[in-house]
């Protein structure tokens, strides 16, 4: 048996369990922007913005290297 055969199994649950965890992340992420971030639109203040626009710019990092676009782009 090769080494390569050995490790998949162990590549593999590693995987699952990565998947998993973005899996549970995204749902509540998606969960909390439905509530819109637990604000109230009289609430809104700059600093929420602040904050959203960090939150956005995180995201906007992992899809464009999901995605190979922005700065990741061929």
Known sequence: MTRRATDNPKA????????TE????????????ADHFETHPDEINWGHVGTLN????????????AF???????
């Open 12 to 19: 593999l649950d590693a995987f699952i369990a990565a998947k």
């Open 22 to 33: 973005i899996d549970a992340m995204l749902e509540r992420l998606a969960a909390l922007s």
């Open 54 to 65: 960090h939150y956005r710019a995180k995201l906007r990092e992992i899809t464009d290297m």
């Open 68 to 74: 190979s676009e922005g700065e990741h782009a061929a």
